[in-house]
């Protein structure tokens, strides 16, 4: 149990595009999700907090206005990269709680080169 | 914010070899996780351990919170457990986001 999908895997995009990626929880409702970014050999960290039916909160130094959030039910939210350019190029994961448990489970992330 | 302190950064073993690594974290937290991070870049969870020991496998952790940092032990080591191991942190469990470490790259040798 506790499955985390993300949609597509990996991407490549021209810049100045758009590009959605998905994140859903298979087997377990989750009110929040968050959004976490990794660089080559680094780790990992949050960009933002995801809310469903609500706007969701994000990290300092994170643009809201580049980065969509869009948490629409209890077992999807969405990212929307916008007007994406190379510095946008990264590992992009997602990840999310069952209800009334803590431990976050994280999806199997989506590279994202933009050309 | 949190800090949140791994070490060593690099290890490398041969194969049957133990190891242990650190986690060490600046501010109480009621979220502690350890992670195996996959060559395909999947983490894979290993434990939830805000405070206590757990085992599994060959694998064991024990945080102790009062003195806020976590160890994971691996024991026998196998080419298969190499990779990044992450801990990661957080103030309220489920509903907040974590604070990674920079991760401990392992490399086993056969």
């Known amino acids: 149990g506790a499955v985390v999908s993300q949609h597509p895997s990996w991407v490549i995009c021209k810049s100045g595009t758009s590009v959605k990626i998905e994140c859903r929880s298979l087997d377990f409702q989750a009110t929040t999700m968050f959004w976490y970014r990794q660089f080559p050999k680094q780790s990992l960290m949050l960009m933002a907090t995801s809310n469903e039916g609500s706007k969701a909160t994000y990290e300092q130094g994170v643009e809201k206005d580049k980065f969509l959030i869009n948490h629409a039910s209890l077992t999807l939210s969405t990212l929307t990269v916008t007007s994406a350019h190379p510095e946008d190029s990264s590992f992009y994961i997602c990840?999310?709680?069952?209800?009334?448990?803590?431990?976050?489970?994280f999806g199997p992330g989506t590279r994202l080169l933009v050309l | 914010g949190i800090q949140v302190e791994q070490s060593p950064p690099d290890l490398i073993l041969q194969e049957g070899a133990n190891s242990t690594l650190r986690c060490n974290f600046s501010d109480s937290v009621n979220n502690l996780q350890w992670f195996h991070q996959n060559p395909w870049g999947q983490l894979i969870n290993l434990f939830y351990i805000p405070s206590g020991t757990k085992q599994n496998g060959r694998l064991s952790a024990t945080t102790v919170a009062t003195e806020r940092y976590s160890l994971l032990y691996i024991s026998s080591s196998q080419t298969t457990d190499s990779g990044v191991y992450f801990c990661a942190v957080g103030r309220g469990g489920g509903a907040d986001g974590l604070t990674f470490g920079k991760g401990t790259h392992l490399i086993i040798q056969p």
């Open positions: 990840s999310a709680s069952p209800l009334a448990r803590e431990t976050q489970y």
